[in-house]
Nanobody, 113 residues
Framework: VQLVESGGGLVQPGGSLRLSCETS????????MNWVRQAPGKGLEWVSR????????ISTRSVQGRFTISRDNLKNTLYLQMNSLKTEDTAVYYC???????RGPGTQVTVSS
């Protein structure tokens, strides 16, 4: 199983980023997927989940209305569109299977003026 995140960076408050997660080595189109994050000095926090065909999506309350999870099963790729970013969104973002242990190396998102 391979998961590789990209798209992170430094952005000002109110800005946007789109994260991608390219996957291989498993049946992506059959797997629910998650985004989780880890802020400096804190534990893993679940952000959003999408079911295998994209018909069901849920997100933690702090990102509702700002972040959108999506997937392209033909490209075996997961996405996270992040709008109206806040300083408290600063973290390393990981795409992960439902066990959270199976996840990529992460991509750093820093929201700062």
């Amino acid at each position: 199983v391979q998961l590789v995140e990209s798209g992170g960076g430094l952005v000002q408050p109110g800005g946007s980023l789109r994260l991608s997660c390219e996957t291989s080595g498993f049946s992506f189109s059959s797997a629910p997927m998650n985004w989780v994050r880890q802020a400096p000095g804190k534990g893993l926090e679940w952000v959003s989940r999408i079911d295998f065909d994209g018909t069901s999506r849920i997100s933690t309350r702090s990102v509702q209305g700002r972040f959108t999870i999506s997937r392209d099963n033909l490209k075996n790729t997961l996405y996270l569109q992040m709008n109206s970013l806040k300083t408290e969104d600063t973290a390393v973002y990981y795409c992960a299977l439902d066990d959270w242990k199976t996840r990529g190396p992460g991509t750093q998102v820093t929201v700062s003026s």
